[in-house]
């Protein structure tokens, strides 16, 4: 066994989960299983290579330059990749090369931008449980954003689907994780499992690891020393990333410790069917809430509204705070202007610091955070209010920067030490890889000067050498050239070979030509040789300094960039708001939810201008508690519910609305269940997932929800579904427990009669207009209930051949004239409706009314023979 060979299987060794990338000169090689591994998923060459006598090992290697496009091929397939680079300079030590692995690339951990959306972060979590409860953390470590929180354990598929984590760190020992299977996409999550070895989860080591990297005494400088749960969980991220980032420890903000009762709850489906992030029918992210919203300029402002979305708050301060300085920008369009432009110019300031702590940053990206630091002092000034100091008064009480965004201006401030060094050191267009001698401006460092001064002589004495030659010996086409192997050359034509001077030394002969040196040449050659090679050092080296000092201020760049994240987020929202006619919600604690004028904002935005139909919308807890929507299809029932779910979710993120005018009531959740929709990925039966999510809600809302049911029951056959149906609301009305604002949007126009029943329940319907024997949707929805159901309107409407819509209309005819020739999935006319709810009514009443305490076991026998009667039909 070579050398190589023991050194690599002890690198091998220390990382099995892992594909070893071992440079070997200008290659990345594997070896053995890995070899395969990587042949099969780069479709690269699988070779051999002898390793010692009577041992020849499978090898497949990458060219070093290209690491990060096959390195972004083996992360996208789901590997560990291991790179192990050469630490020492193979030209100067002696024996073998010392090698180790610098950094274990994993989903979680990728900086390379190849590899990561910009629009949204890349997050590394990691879960641990313990009994009922969970601690779950999250990473960012392209931004630092660290957070982590203790839950129950129902409340963590939630909470991972709303991270969206690449990857996810969990103890291998414990039983394979209840929640991986529980939600409709657990098996998405489970696919992105890192098993970790339990010790990193233990208390006492996470604790330890998260005090070492921040350098501090307590816990309680978190705030989670009473939250072992979210410390163990934290803890092993530490861990992780000190085994997987050997070299760049990567910046990390302060662990935001949280609770998930502090924000409104959204599960899966709520995002999903609101369309907050990917709507449309191909579930595209151009139709979504996002979308419609996102007019921020800057990647770390594209993320921050990503988060804000699937994270509405409860607190009514911080929203009035986002309000507020959304409002600031709303009113005055000139700073808005301003702002937005300057934005356009920032690049994304976090992750090239990630890639500067990381050590791999281009010069390019140091240019452009250079320029973005310059910008932000020039955004600061754009938040002050420009009337300070002229003594003129004000619209809000306090001035300057005490104004609504004074806070924002404030932590704008200039980074004077970080920008001149940056502008000092860089070349104001620097290209090429560092070491060419183009990244370091001239006048940074004088030895720098000095040797690409020796250099530009040097070439330039070679360059005047081809002229002189030429006059001295006459031969017009004598060249000076220059190759990797024999350096600079002069090159005489054969033609002209007798002219040659006797000083010339022939190097090299070629079909046409023959290629001579003299010493002055070779003097000057090595004259450039040696000042680029001490160049490619020096530029290294102070490249390198540069980056160290930038590094080292990166707290405060971090808190630049975070700013520049949210006075990019405020200035969007206020852009749209203007665009697109919002208004400021009023916001309060009393429950009611009160609407004028709403519109859905992203259906309005594919509508042409101004056809889109406004609603009101009045709820309750104690007024109308529970709203029932029928009309027929087609009409608008869904886009209205969502609608006014997506305005209070839009003003509990801290944005205007699309209303002429809204007083909400802040919500602790919104569920939402819409019925006839295939889980395909999942392969569940549609009714069972129906039932399974209604079930949910149910179980999880309070009275401070907001439940939108889009046709529940659909998923079965009529008088089944119309049953749930109707049992739903009657529980989501009468327990006590929920009570909670409910939107229901059915084609069951049977359900209408609820409102007779239930005090909280009020009918609204979508109007329609008959004309000519045509329908035409209002889209407008009014109080009362639907009286049919328009299904063969819609039918001609969507253009069924008019052969078959005559005949519809013929067999609707014969089954409204009698019950004898019904089919079984009409709904069921009013007769039908009277025996499904009413004759129940007098038993139940009888059954409340019973006073079971003091009846006997005779008169109770006695008593439920009767109701037993009555209710087989025997008469009342
Ligand atoms: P339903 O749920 O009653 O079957 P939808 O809510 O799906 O109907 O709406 C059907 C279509 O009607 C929408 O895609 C949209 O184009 C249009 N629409 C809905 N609401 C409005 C409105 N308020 N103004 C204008 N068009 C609307
Ligand atoms: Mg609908």
Redesign the pocket.
């Known amino acids: 066994m070579t050398p190589i060979r023991r050194q690599y299987l002890k690198i091998k060794h220390a990382y099995p989960d892992a594909i070893v990338l071992f440079r070997l000169g200008d290659f990345y090689e594997t070896f053995d299983q890995d070899a395969q591994t990587a042949s099969r998923e780069l479709e690269i060459t699988l070779t051999s290579r002898s390793m010692g006598k009577n041992l020849r090992v499978p090898m497949a290697g990458v060219p070093a330059h290209s690491l990060d496009s096959y390195l972004a091929r083996l992360i996208k397939k789901g590997h560990q990749v291991a790179i192990c680079e050469q630490l020492t300079d193979a030209a100067v030590s002696k024996g073998l090369v010392e090698r180790d692995v610098v950094r274990v690339v994993t989903p979680g951990t990728v900086l390379e931008s190849e590899l990561l959306d910009q629009g949204a972060n890349n997050y590394l979590a990691s879960v641990v449980e313990d009994g009922d409860s969970a601690g779950l953390a999250y990473v960012d470590i392209t931004t630092g954003q660290f957070a982590a929180t203790q839950l129950d354990q129902s409340q963590l598929v939630p909470e991972l689907e709303r991270i969206a984590p690449a990857e996810i760190l969990f103890p291998r020992s414990q039983a394979h994780p209840s929640w991986t299977g529980g939600s409709d996409n657990g098996s998405a999550i489970a696919r992105r499992i890192t098993d970790l070895d339990p010790s990193s989860f233990n208390l006492q080591d996470a604790g330890h690891a998260l005090l070492d990297h921040y350098g501090i005494q307590t816990l309680e400088s978190f705030g989670c020393q009473d939250l072992p749960l979210a410390v163990r969980a934290a803890g092993a991220i530490v861990n992780f990333l000190a085994a997987t980032q050997k070299t760049g420890k990567p910046q990390l903000a302060a662990l935001a410790v949280y609770s998930t009762n502090n924000y409104m709850a959204l599960d899966g489906q709520a995002r999903r069917n609101l369309e907050l992030f990917q709507g449309g029918r191909s579930g595209d992210k151009q139709f979504s809430l996002l979308s419609c919203l996102d007019l921020t300029k800057t990647p770390m402002g594209g993320r921050l509204l990503r988060q804000w979305l699937g994270q509405p708050l409860l607190d009514l301060e911080r929203l009035h705070r986002r309000l507020d300085a959304v409002g600031f920008f709303f009113q005055d369009g000139f700073k808005r202007a301003a702002v937005i432009q300057s934005l356009a110019r920032i690049a994304d300031l976090e992750r090239i610091m990630a890639r500067v702590n990381g050590g791999t940053a281009a010069p390019r990206e140091l240019k452009a955070l250079q320029q973005g630091l310059e910008l932000v002092p020039s955004l600061a000034d754009q938040l002050k209010d420009p009337i300070e100091g002229t003594g003129q008064s004000l619209d809000w009480p306090d001035k300057g920067a005490a104004g609504p965004v004074g806070w924002l201006a404030r932590s704008l401030a200039p980074l004077p030490d970080v920008t001149a060094l940056l502008d000092q050191a860089l070349a104001a267009e620097p290209s090429g890889a560092v070491g060419e001698g183009n990244v370091i401006r001239e006048g940074f460092s004088s030895e720098l000067d000095e040797l690409k001064q020796i250099s530009r002589d040097a070439r330039g004495v070679i360059a005047g050498l081809e002229q002189r030659e030429r006059e001295r010996t006459g031969i017009k086409g004598l060249k000076v050239g220059y190759n990797q192997v024999f350096g600079y050359y002069i090159e005489v034509s054969n033609a002209n070979k007798s002219q040659v001077p006797t000083d010339y030394v022939r190097r090299q002969t070629l079909v046409n030509a023959e290629r001579y040196i003299v010493p002055e040449l070779k003097d000057h050659e090595s004259k450039v040789l040696n000042a680029r090679e001490q160049i490619e050092q020096l530029e290294r080296s102070l490249y390198r300094r540069v980056c160290d000092q930038v590094s080292a201020a990166s707290g405060g760049i971090a808190d630049r960039a975070a700013a520049v994240a949210r006075v990019d987020v405020f200035s969007a929202l206020a852009e749209v708001a203007v665009r697109q006619d919002f208004v400021r919600p009023a916001l309060d604690t009393n429950g009611a939810i009160s609407i004028e004028g709403g519109?859905?904002p992203v259906?309005?935005g594919?509508?042409d201008p101004g056809?889109?139909?406004?609603?009101d919308v009045d709820l309750a807890n104690d007024g109308p508690q529970v709203l029932v929507i029928t009309?027929?299809?087609?009409?608008?029932?869904?886009?209205?519910i969502r609608q006014v779910a997506i305005i209070v979710l839009m003003a509990q993120v801290g944005s205007f609305v699309p209303a002429s005018k809204a007083t909400i009531g802040l919500v602790d959740c919104i569920f939402t269940r819409v019925g006839l929709q295939d889980d395909l990925a999942t392969g569940q039966s549609t009714f069972m997932v129906e039932m399974v999510e209604t079930a949910a809600i149910l179980n999880r809302a309070t009275p401070r929800s907001l439940v939108v049911l889009?046709?529940i029951g659909r998923g079965t056959s009529t008088y089944d579904g119309l049953s749930i149906a109707r049992a739903v609301v009657e529980h989501l009305h009468n327990d006590p427990r929920l009570g909670c604002k409910t939107l229901f949007?059915t084609h069951y126009h049977e359900l209408t009669e609820l409102a007779a029943s239930l005090p909280g329940v009020r009918n609204f319907s979508?109007a329609v207009a008959e004309q000519e024997g045509d329908v035409v949707?209002l889209?407008?929805i009014v109080p009362g209930g639907a009286d049919k159901s328009y299904g063969v309107h819609v039918a001609q409407l969507a253009g069924l051949p008019q052969g078959v819509v005559s005949r519809a209309w013929e067999v609707l005819a014969g089954l409204e004239r009698g019950p004898a020739q019904r089919s079984a999935d009409r709904q069921p006319p009013a007769a039908q409706q009277m025996s499904l709810f009413n004759p129940a009514q007098p038993l139940v009443d009888e059954l409340k009314s019973l006073d079971i305490p003091n009846l006997t076991p005779l008169q109770a026998i006695n008593l439920l023979y009767q109701l037993q009667e009555k209710a087989n039909g025997g008469g009342d």
Request: aromatic share 10%; net charge neutral.
């Open positions: 519109r859905h259906v309005e594919v509508l056809t889109y139909v406004p609603n009309g027929p299809n087609m009409a608008g029932k869904s886009t209205f889009d046709e949007a979508v949707f889209h407008r």
